[in-house]
């Protein structure tokens, strides 16, 4: 089998898997609960036979002609940096999805996590940004923007993945958990990115090895996460912890934050002086109209 058939087979692989992923999410209602998981699966679906067939005429397999193959190829490069853009806007959406509803136990620490995810996504896109080289002109500066931005993307989420290694037994998170699933999927990937992706930059042709490599990492992950979908999934356990404990305290501080609290008015003491000599001036008053009264008797 030839290099150029055998990845055409991965690449239907990948969409037949992708497709397949999307029903199985669609029909258990994973859609509702993780959103834009869902409509990153839609757009994959769609996007992945499109762009293998801009692939084909752009290699010249549908039609021989040179002006053919040019028109493939600039629109397989608008095409691609599109989706590649959108996922990435996609990929912080789920990091966000897979963070709330890990931290459900704890709303407080889910409230000042969640700000504290935004301005960590808002720092890196600044320095993303400002990193670009932008060694390109023209339509090509788009690739040396994306490409950074997919990255950062990428480092969130292995720090998403990370977290939720290190706190799965405080937040009651089982690995059969589909949150867990999502991002050990993307982990995977983000992985492959950083490793695999790195190596075959080296690389032009889209059939060396290391490319095959990287559609295998791709085809896993998509494979782990039907199994997550296709498994039931257990009941969350509910996080009952100590008053008296860490977690709890945090959660209650967090909680308060960005709360004004009740306003109370609080009364000024009035003047002793004052008072006194209003007393004085009353009991003037009240002896004087007694002893009127007495006189008038």
Same mark, same amino acid.
């Given at each position: 089998?030839?290099?150029?058939? #055998?990845?055409?087979?991965?690449?239907?692989?990948?969409?037949?898997?992708?497709?397949?992923? #999307?029903?199985?999410?669609?029909?258990?209602?994973?859609?509702?609960?993780?959103?834009?998981?869902?409509?990153?699966?839609?757009?994959?679906?769609?996007?992945?036979?499109?762009?293998?067939?801009?692939?084909?005429?752009?290699?010249?397999?549908?039609?021989?002609?040179?002006?053919?193959?040019?028109?493939?190829?600039?629109?397989?490069?608008?095409?691609?940096?599109?989706?590649?853009?959108?996922?990435?806007?996609?990929?912080?959406?789920?990091?966000?999805?897979? &963070?709330?509803?890990?931290?459900?136990?704890?709303?407080?620490?889910?409230?000042?996590?969640?700000?504290?995810?935004?301005?960590?996504?808002?720092?890196?896109?600044?320095?993303?940004?400002?990193?670009?080289?932008?060694?390109?002109?023209?339509?090509?500066?788009?690739?040396?923007?994306?490409?950074?931005?997919?990255?950062?993307?990428?480092?969130?989420?292995?720090?998403?993945?990370?977290?939720?290694?290190?706190?799965?037994?405080?937040?009651?998170?089982?690995?059969?958990?589909?949150?867990?699933?999502?991002?050990?999927? &993307?982990?995977?990937?983000?992985?492959?990115?950083?490793?695999?992706?790195?190596?075959?930059?080296?690389?032009?042709?889209?059939?060396?090895?290391?490319?095959?490599?990287?559609? #295998?990492?791709?085809?896993?992950?998509?494979?782990?996460?039907?199994?997550?979908?296709?498994?039931?999934?257990?009941?969350?356990?509910?996080?009952?912890?100590?008053?008296?404990?860490?977690?709890?305290?945090?959660?209650?501080?967090?909680?308060?934050?960005?709360?004004?609290?009740?306003?109370?008015?609080?009364?000024?003491?009035?003047?002793?002086?004052?008072?006194?000599?209003?007393?004085?001036?009353?009991?003037?008053?009240?002896?004087?109209?007694?002893?009127?009264?007495?006189?008038?008797?």
């Amino acid at each position: 089998m030839s290099t150029d058939n #055998a990845m055409t087979m991965m690449s239907a692989a990948e969409f037949l898997l992708s497709a397949a992923l #999307a029903f199985m999410f669609w029909k258990k209602g994973l859609s509702r609960r993780f959103r834009a998981m869902g409509t990153y699966l839609a757009m994959r679906v769609v996007a992945n036979p499109v762009l293998s067939l801009l692939l084909l005429g752009r290699s010249g397999r549908l039609v021989h002609t040179r002006e053919f193959q040019i028109d493939c190829a600039q629109a397989y490069f608008f095409v691609f940096f599109a989706v590649y853009i959108a996922s990435a806007i996609l990929l912080y959406f789920i990091c966000m999805e897979v &963070f709330r509803n890990a931290l459900t136990a704890m709303p407080g620490l889910q409230k000042l996590g969640v700000v504290i995810f935004r301005w960590a996504v808002l720092v890196s896109l600044i320095v993303t940004v400002s990193s670009v080289s932008f060694a390109h002109r023209g339509v090509l500066i788009i690739s040396d923007i994306s490409i950074p931005l997919m990255r950062s993307v990428s480092l969130l989420e292995l720090c998403l993945l990370g977290f939720l290694c290190l706190s799965m037994n405080a937040l009651r998170l089982s690995v059969r958990d589909m949150a867990f699933g999502i991002a050990l999927g &993307f982990g995977v990937m983000a992985s492959n990115d950083f490793v695999t992706g790195t190596l075959i930059s080296r690389y032009t042709s889209l059939t060396a090895p290391l490319q095959f490599v990287y559609q #295998a990492i791709i085809l896993l992950s998509l494979a782990t996460w039907v199994i997550y979908c296709a498994l039931p999934e257990p009941a969350r356990k509910p996080v009952v912890v100590p008053v008296n404990s860490t977690i709890y305290r945090w959660n209650e501080i967090a909680s308060a934050l960005g709360h004004t609290g009740t306003q109370v008015a609080v009364q000024q003491p009035a003047n002793s002086f004052f008072l006194t000599d209003v007393e004085n001036v009353v009991e003037k008053v009240l002896s004087r109209n007694l002893k009127r009264r007495e006189s008038e008797s």
